[in-house]
């Protein structure tokens, strides 16, 4: 069964502190998503990769930074927290291959809060 | 602009009667549509999915969903809910073009069940 961890369920921290959320996967997927959830908006794609050190912008990707040193570890970043980046983050990944074929597997969440 | 549409933020269901969330996309072509569940403090898993063929699709937990072309719908039914299928349910349809691997995701509906 595939699993995804996400480092934290919960994290509190500072306006102003650069925060990195943590997220492996064990299925040697090359596929990994990071999305932002809020309360009637859905899912919003913040960064995803699709291989080692490859990365591209989702629709959200102001203020945030990814990085994938490993395949089975993608972080994002957030470089100078704001209240406004309090939120629900959620780690995705899937194996290769367009998204119609490749359902994706979720971490638990970390919901992160910025003070 | 392709868009997921789940009109009810909320659904209130008594256990043991049937349930029907609604889902309406915006695509001008035949869209590659998924339902996922996410119950409380976890991530979301795959409910079902469809591509092609059969509109009427079969998931996990007892699931099912309608593709209906005419009203650009995807609706998501089971006869006879149980306590544990309280979550939010999220509509999804794989994004056109370059990016086939994003998925685009509607709001979400969440799921009251009572006693």
């Known amino acids: 069964d595939v699993k995804v961890t996400q480092s934290s369920r919960y994290l509190v921290k500072r306006t102003g502190e650069k925060v990195f959320l943590e997220c492996v996967q064990d299925?040697?997927?090359?596929?990994m998503f990071w999305y932002r959830q809020d309360p009637g908006l859905g899912l919003r794609l913040i960064y995803f990769s699709y291989d080692v050190k490859m990365k591209e912008k989702g629709d959200i990707p102001e203020g945030y930074s990814v990085s994938r040193e490993k395949k089975e570890r993608f972080s994002l970043i957030l470089e100078s927290a704001s209240t406004n980046q309090t939120s629900m983050y959620l780690c995705?990944?899937?194996?290769?291959?367009?998204?119609?074929?490749?359902?994706?597997?979720f971490g638990d969440g970390t919901r992160l809060s910025i003070l | 602009a392709q868009s997921v549409t789940q009109p009810d933020i909320h659904i209130t269901v008594s256990e043991g009667a049937s349930l029907e969330l609604r889902c309406n996309y915006s695509?001008?072509?035949?869209?590659?549509l998924f339902w996922y569940v996410q119950s409380p403090g976890q991530g979301l898993q795959l409910l079902l999915k469809y591509f092609s063929g059969d509109t009427l699709v079969q998931g996990i937990k007892g699931f099912e969903a309608e593709f209906k072309r005419s009203q650009s719908s995807f609706n998501l039914r089971k006869p006879s809910v149980h306590w544990s299928d309280a979550a939010e349910y999220f509509c999804?349809?794989?994004?056109?073009?370059?990016?086939?691997?994003?998925?685009?995701w509607g709001a979400g509906t969440k799921l009251i069940i009572k006693p």
């Open positions: 299925m040697d997927h090359e596929n």
């Open positions: 999804a349809c794989v994004r056109a073009g370059d990016s086939n691997y994003q998925l685009i």
């Open positions: 995705a990944s899937s194996p290769p291959g367009e998204a119609r074929n490749q359902p994706q597997h």
């Open positions: 695509y001008g072509a035949t869209p590659y």
